[in-house]
């Protein structure tokens, strides 16, 4: 079986946005280890609309041309890492917008979360955690979370992320989580996909 595939999802797009140093950050982490191959994908390659569909792809396929792309791409992993920016108590609109976008796409996969902001992200991520649930995916319980006194120091340029050993230590707990848990729910997977064959023949 081939290695699982790991996205780590770019979870803000503006302009201004601060998501591109944790997302190289960790990336460089998660392709360090030997068992996972590990891609980033940037929401602002998919401009999708705030969520107009119909219903969920999960019960009518989706008509708008990005969103389809949207869920092949999603269907393509076998796990993911979101950075999450906390805005209000909350995880952008734009992340929330584009994991509505998909449905069976993400079940029986892994989800790991770096949060940065307000208490490192905490709330935006637990509330991450919530919809991963519902969309059937298996949020790891390692988590790393960018507290405002490092945010500030890495934003300023007083320091970089991998600086402070802290952090690291979770960037590397959490990816050997969803690793074991991306190569564990593939085979699963998998053996569900035969299981269906032999049912069907």
């Known amino acids: ?21 944790p997302t190289q950050w960790i990336a460089k982490i998660a392709k360090a280890h030997a068992d996972i191959d590990v891609e980033i994908v940037d929401l602002r390659d998919f401009p999708l609309p705030f969520f107009d569909e119909v219903a969920s792809s999960a019960w009518a396929p989706s008509q708008n041309e990005v969103a389809q792309r949207w869920q092949k791409k999603v269907a393509g992993f076998d796990g993911f890492i979101f950075t999450a920016a906390e805005y209000n108590h909350g995880p952008t609109a734009v992340l929330k917008n584009a994991i509505d976008y998909a449905a069976n796409e993400w079940n029986k996969k892994p989800a790991g979360f770096v949060g940065y902001g307000s208490v490192g992200g905490a709330r935006a991520v637990e509330q991450l955690r919530l919809h991963a649930v519902e969309l059937q995916m298996a949020p790891v319980k390692s988590a790393v979370h960018i507290a405002w006194g490092d945010f500030l120091a890495v934003r300023q340029g007083e320091k970089k992320l991998e600086d402070l050993e802290h952090l690291n230590q979770a960037a590397t707990a959490l990816v050997n989580d969803v690793a074991w848990w991306a190569k564990v729910l593939k085979a699963a997977r998998a053996a569900d996909a035969v299981a269906g064959e032999a049912q069907a023949a």
């Open 1 to 21: 079986m081939s290695k699982p595939k790991i996205a780590i999802v770019i979870g803000s797009t503006r302009a201004a946005r601060f998501a591109d140093v």
